[in-house]
């Protein structure tokens, strides 16, 4: 029994074994492909070698720091690279046409212009300001000169007594400073008829307040109001304040 066992085994595993497919004979091809991918991968890289561009060759140089001179002028070199602002004949004639307007060539911007010089327009302190000038050129002596000559010329004036007032009209001041009630205080009987046409008839005549209050006194005023000048009574004319002159006597 054991052999009859062993013998059907073998014969399983004979059988089992012829049924398998054959390996490949290049291991580098898994299931599904063969030999024809190499080929067309070759095809496909001698036809992409004429037309792709080698790659850029990339430099090992640090970039300036953004914003520092040097960032200012690499960013300058390339944008004139890119534009082609090299010198031209266009660009020659219009520099010329540039300088003959003022006179003074222009300056073409580029990193690579020399430095401006340095302009030192100071003069200095003044003659009077500097010790050492002023020894030089004064002394006490003549100082003393000088001090003496100004004192001739210094002129004594006596005080004078103040002329008198020529004129007979009324002082505005004075009767600012003898009355002490406020504006618009009735102090006079005054007309009520057509006093307002009255009012503004006889005030638009005067330039300044002062004059009307000045004809409005020697009229009579303040007891009297024969042209209407001061329809509320009291005592001031078109309007005037006496206030400004009381503060003189304060």
């Known amino acids: 029994m054991m052999s009859v066992r062993f013998v ?15 390996a490949p004979e290049d291991s580098r ?7 024809t991918f190499d080929a067309q991968r070759a095809n496909r890289d001698a036809m992409l070698a004429g037309s792709v561009p080698a790659a850029p060759s990339v430099s090992a140089q640090p970039l300036p720091v953004a914003g520092s001179p040097a960032d200012t002028a690499a960013q300058t070199t390339a944008m004139l690279a890119r534009t082609g602002r090299a010198q031209t004949v266009a660009d020659a004639g219009r520099l010329a046409a540039a300088a003959n307007n ?18 030192n327009n100071a003069t200095g302190i003044s003659q ?5 000038v002023v020894t030089n050129q004064r002394s006490i002596e003549s100082d003393a000169a000088r001090l003496a000559a100004n004192r001739a010329q210094y002129q004594v004036i006596q ?10 009209g ?23 008829f057509n006093a307002a046409n009255r009012f503004k008839r006889s005030c638009g005549n005067y330039r300044h ?37 009381r503060t003189i006597g304060d």
């Open 170 to 192: 009324p002082n505005i001041v004075a009767y600012a400073l003898k009355t002490s009630h406020p504006v618009g205080t009735k102090m006079y009987k005054r007309s009520r």
């Open 8 to 22: 059907l085994g073998v014969c399983a595993v004979a059988a089992l074994t012829a049924c398998q497919p054959a």
């Open 159 to 168: 005080p004078q007594a103040l002329p008198e007032r020529t004129d007979t």
């Open 102 to 119: 003022s006179g003074v060539p222009p300056v073409e911007a580029s990193p690579s212009n020399p430095a401006p010089g340095l302009v």
């Open 128 to 132: 009077e300001n500097n010790f050492d």
């Open 29 to 35: 091809f898994g299931v599904g492909f063969d030999q």
């Open 209 to 245: 307040m002062d004059q009307a209050q000045a004809d409005f006194l020697t009229a009579g005023g303040p007891e009297r109001d024969p042209k209407g000048m001061d329809p509320d009574g009291d005592g001031y004319a078109c309007g005037w304040n006496p206030a400004v002159y």
